[in-house]
Structure formats: C-alpha cells, structure tokens
C-alpha cells in the first residue's frame, strides 16, 4: 500500500465523513492514481463532479487540517509526486547485501514513522484502561500477525494480565464465541481482510466483548467489527511480498500499548514487576 500522508489523512478519516464530505472523500481517493486529473481538478470542478457545493469542499480541506482548497491540492500534488516505491519494487537481483539491508532499513523506519504520524493518542489511552478494566483479553491474529498476537499476550503476561493468544483456528474461534461483558477483544490483520480474524471479532462482538482491531488498511472489512481501531501506515504492497515494513509498525504500536499499560498499572514499580517475570525464565539460561 503506497500512502502518503494526505491520502492515508483521508482514508482514516473516510469512515467518519457523511453525506457531501464522504462524496468528496471517495471522489478523490478513487482519483489519487491519475496525476494528471488532481492537478487539473479546480475547487467548482471538484464540487460539481461531487454534486456538492464549493463551500462544502472548502469545508472538507478544512477538516483535514489545511487552510482552503489550494493548500490542499498543492500538498497532495506535492506528495503523489514524491510518492515512494514500496520495498519489493526496490531490491534488484544486482543489489548486494549492503544495500538491501539500507534499503529494508529505510523502509522500516518510513513504516514507524508514518504510523506515528496517524497515531490515535486518545483511541489508545481507551484501549489501555479496557485492557486494564477487563476481565480476560483474547487477541486475534492469522499467519505474521499471530506472531504480534503471541508478543502482546507474552507482554501482558508480564503485567498479570489475563490475556489468551491462541494459534489453533477452531480454539480461536471457540473462545471468541464464548466472551462476555466485560472481555476485550483484539484483533490484528495487516490487510483487514484475514477471514478467520474478521470472524472470531464478529464473534466477540455478538457475545457482548468490547472489540479492538489493528490494521494497515482503513475503512476494511475487520473495522466493521471494531469498536477501537488502531492503524499502522506501512508501504508495503501485500500483493508483492510479506509485509516486511509492517510487522514493524505493528511491534511499534504493541510495544507502545505494553510500556503506556506499564506506568499506568505500576506507576512506582513497573520495573519490579517485569524483573520479576524476566526472572522466572532464568532457570532455563545457560
């Protein structure tokens, strides 16, 4: 997925718009591939290709934070003509050790910095204190994302939390069934599109559990299902490749909610609690 910062500014944003915004918001993304109409498009042009008026556009560039319309359009110009070229695009069969290693490192550090651009400071102090308020925690995940799955669980672990991270599919699905109130749900899928992670959410969701998602992919079928949603903003392409860059993003937004729960749940003594963990696993170190 190749964002800059404006489209992927509007695709997380998309979900909320209603009636003309929404029209404006789908008119644009459905014409961010073609350069040449955006830098054609003028403010009465784009209103009356929306059947919107001028003033609702204005409106709309405002609400994404940019002073009026030109602003808008010479910073999104700007940006699709910048655009990057995602990862696997860039390694060549002629590129040696050294450069692929700097090239997979600037992709993943682009990957953790946009996400930190779109990061949702207020979504996720909710999501802290529901981590910290329920009663158990099951955390979702297919595949690259069951791994980020077993490395939050290992972390609440830590914490002495209640949190489950099943690999087995049919356990997935048996224990999402079977939440209630007061469980919390956590589902993670880079595409937003993994079947069985949509279905155990549903599940959770339709037992009365207060859902969570992380995903890469605004406005996809998972944040149906979500109550919270968490976003990371890789450029990966998923239809060329394992999405190197976004496992990254997603350690970056895990590690985020371990360390936030940490001072939140043992302001004074955070590091007592988790030397004590590290501790119980000395007895299998050589």
């Not at 979900?15 to 003028?42: C, Q, R, Y």
């Not at 009356?48 to 609702?56: A, K, L």
């Not at 359009?73 to 990862?87: A, F, G, P, T, Y």
Request: include cysteine; glycine fraction near 4%.
């Amino acid at each position: 997925m190749n964002y800059n910062d404006t489209e992927l500014l509007i695709k997380l944003r998309q979900s909320n718009f209603k009636g003309a915004k929404k029209k404006i918001a789908n008119f644009i993304l459905n014409s961010i591939n073609n350069k040449n109409e955006i830098k054609k498009i003028t403010l009465s042009g784009l209103a009356n290709s929306c059947n919107v008026s001028s003033s609702t556009v204005l409106r709309f560039c405002k609400n994404l934070g940019f002073s009026g319309f030109t602003d808008f359009k010479s910073k999104l110009i700007v940006e699709l003509n910048h655009q990057l070229q995602d990862i696997h695009e860039k390694i060549k069969s002629s590129d040696d050790i050294k450069v692929i290693q700097e090239k997979v490192g600037k992709t993943t550090i682009q990957a953790v910095t946009d996400s930190m651009a779109v990061f949702d400071e207020d979504s996720l102090n909710e999501i802290v204190d529901l981590i910290i308020k329920s009663n158990r925690i099951e955390i979702f995940g297919v595949g690259t994302s069951n791994l980020i799955a077993q490395d939050l669980a290992q972390k609440l672990l830590t914490l002495r939390i209640r949190v489950k991270a099943y690999t087995d599919s049919h356990m997935q699905i048996n224990s999402a069934t079977l939440m209630e109130k007061n469980d919390l749900a956590f589902g993670i899928s880079h595409s937003g599109l993994t079947k069985q992670t949509i279905n155990c959410l549903k599940a959770a969701k339709q037992a009365g559990a207060t859902t969570v998602c992380l995903t890469n992919t605004p406005n996809s079928e998972i944040t149906n299902w979500a109550d919270y949603k968490l976003y990371t903003a890789s450029r990966d392409t998923l239809e060329k490749g394992i999405p190197i860059a976004g496992r990254s993003a997603q350690f970056y937004i895990i590690d985020t909610i371990y360390a936030s729960l940490a001072l939140k749940t043992y302001p004074d003594k955070w590091l007592d609690v988790i030397s004590k963990s590290k501790k119980s696993t000395e007895i299998y170190r050589m």
